[in-house]
């Protein structure tokens, strides 16, 4: 049998319990980690246990840790569902909580066998959790595996994986167990691909607005600025009205989409972004073909952003009513957080550049931004840095950020060419931060921690030095 055949398999026992649990009348619990896959994962869940009558409840959380396990403990539901976390804490979850537990995961697991938990995760089977498939992907096949006409929510099951940024195939597509969820939604008229500038609402923003809203790519000068990328296009000479309509990306003819692109490369490069950077300009761009055309749901990128702006600006109820279906006041604070999440995006890289806060160690980038960045976005800013390619070195970049709960959490971005040469962040967090008293873990390419404020410097030398062993054991 094949990987996917296994790992399609190992979600039958677990949609099994869910259906006993339902029809028996149970109280379940769903608890969903709080950035866009997770808040995908949250909203295929909840729809299923709406649909199939179920008494739950659903939450989502900043990280799982000793507290909410206690929490649960102390809520006692019959069955818990764990979603896009959980892997990694099969022994705490094991030992504080005695009742029915399913894990729908995709990050790095921890082998550790407990009776009272089925764990379903791609990464058992041998399949990427990191590229493949996201935890939205994962429950988007447990929602199939309950019943087949949950096929309708396959965009929320590809929402995940473009929050996740998992479109690292051939012209930014997505590829491996997600081209199966992208032609389910294709063969439901849900979705529509094509390939060109990546820029957020293709067919429906002003061309100007269109690259300001866009951050990944992040173009300097031009990302979260609408007036400095207005006198852009006037300055290479593209018309952004035609009549007193303001013209989409859509809208421009081949000749103007191909001098746009080319000064846009050339201001990239002129900026100090790198080749690979400038790739990003172009891609397959995922139509959500049921959601309004002016609203940033239609465009799969950029519903992942909004989504992942309200999961990380304390949000997130906000982006699990926009998964759930709601349109109205949903939406609409949803923009608002979303716009905020931009302007604290482009302040807080303005702060990194402005005041050169990025140290270039022996093997590793490093921030330490305690509270000038909030720990939420912390990622977010260092994943932009590496994207840009304006940092010369083949470095992972690590930064820390103070937390409410006076710890530091640390965000680390990886590159794809140190992945092939062996480098696994998440294994380094896990073991760095436990040797100072913290837990990490996450992806080969992108990973975080939580350790002790005062133990920083100590587990940064760690991370450098692990680095170093690593590259040095593969070369
Ligand atoms: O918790 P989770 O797996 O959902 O989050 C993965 C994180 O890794 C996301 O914030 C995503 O943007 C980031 N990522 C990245 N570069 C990649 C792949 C993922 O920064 N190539
Ligand atoms: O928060 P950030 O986007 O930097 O997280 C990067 C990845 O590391 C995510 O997939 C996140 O779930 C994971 N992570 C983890 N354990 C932690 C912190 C982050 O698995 N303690």
């Not at 590809?158 to 939604?185: P, V, Y």
Request: contains cysteine; charged residues 25%.
């Amino acid at each position: 049998m094949s990987n996917s055949d296994n790992f399609f398999n190992s979600i039958i026992p677990a949609s099994n319990l869910f259906t006993n649990h339902v029809e028996k009348g149970s109280y379940i619990r769903l608890v969903t980690h709080n950035d866009a896959d997770g808040l995908s994962s949250g909203g295929i869940l909840a729809a299923c246990a709406v649909r199939m009558g179920a008494r739950f409840k659903i939450s989502s959380e900043k990280k799982l840790d000793e507290k909410l396990i206690a929490r649960l403990a102390e809520e006692s539901p019959d069955l818990i569902v764990f979603s896009d976390f959980g892997s990694a804490y099969l022994e705490s979850i094991s030992e504080t909580l005695k009742q029915d537990i399913i894990i729908l995961d995709h990050h790095m697991p921890v082998e550790y066998e407990a009776n009272n938990i089925i764990h379903v995760s791609p990464m058992l089977h041998g399949v990427d959790g990191a590229r493949e498939i996201a935890a939205s992907g994962v429950c988007y096949f447990f929602a199939k595996a309950l019943d087949p006409a949950n096929v309708n929510l396959a965009c929320l099951g590809l929402l995940g994986a473009l929050g996740d940024q998992q479109d690292s195939g051939e012209r930014k597509s997505l590829f491996g167990l997600n081209s199966i969820i992208e032609q389910d939604a294709i063969d439901k008229n849900m979705l529509k691909k094509h390939v060109g500038l990546i820029f957020y609402g293709y067919e429906t923003r002003p061309i100007a607005k269109a690259i300001a809203y866009t951050t990944l790519p992040y173009i300097p000068g031009l990302s979260g600025n609408e007036s400095n990328s207005v006198a852009f296009l006037k300055e290479i000479g593209i018309e952004i009205l035609e009549g007193d309509k303001l013209k989409a990306l859509a809208d421009l003819t081949d000749d103007e989409r191909t001098n746009l692109f080319s000064a846009l490369s050339n201001h990239m490069v002129s900026s100090g972004c790198d080749s690979s950077a400038i790739h990003q300009l172009i891609g397959t761009i995922y139509t959500f073909k049921l959601e309004e055309q002016s609203t940033p749901l239609r465009g799969g990128r950029e519903f992942g952003s909004l989504i992942n702006a309200c999961g990380r600006m304390g949000k997130p109820g906000v982006g699990l009513s926009v998964c759930l279906g709601d349109r109205g006041d949903a939406m609409i604070e949803a923009q608002e957080v979303l716009a905020g999440y931009r302007i604290t995006i482009a302040k807080a890289l303005d702060w990194v550049q402005m005041q050169d806060k990025v140290e270039e160690q022996e093997h590793i980038y490093v921030i330490t931004a305690e509270n000038k960045v909030n720990d939420t976005v912390i990622g977010v800013v260092s994943g932009v840095l590496l994207g840009q390619g304006i940092l010369k070195a083949k470095k992972p970049i690590v930064a820390t950020a103070f937390t409410e709960d006076d710890q530091l959490k640390v965000s680390t971005r990886g590159l794809d060419e140190l992945v092939k040469a062996g480098l696994h962040m998440g294994i380094i967090m896990q073991e760095a931060a436990e040797a100072v008293g913290g837990g990490g873990g996450g992806h080969d390419i992108a990973a975080g921690a939580y350790i002790p404020r005062n133990k920083e410097r100590e587990f940064l030398e760690n991370v450098n030095r692990l680095v170093e062993k690593t590259l040095n054991a593969y070369e």
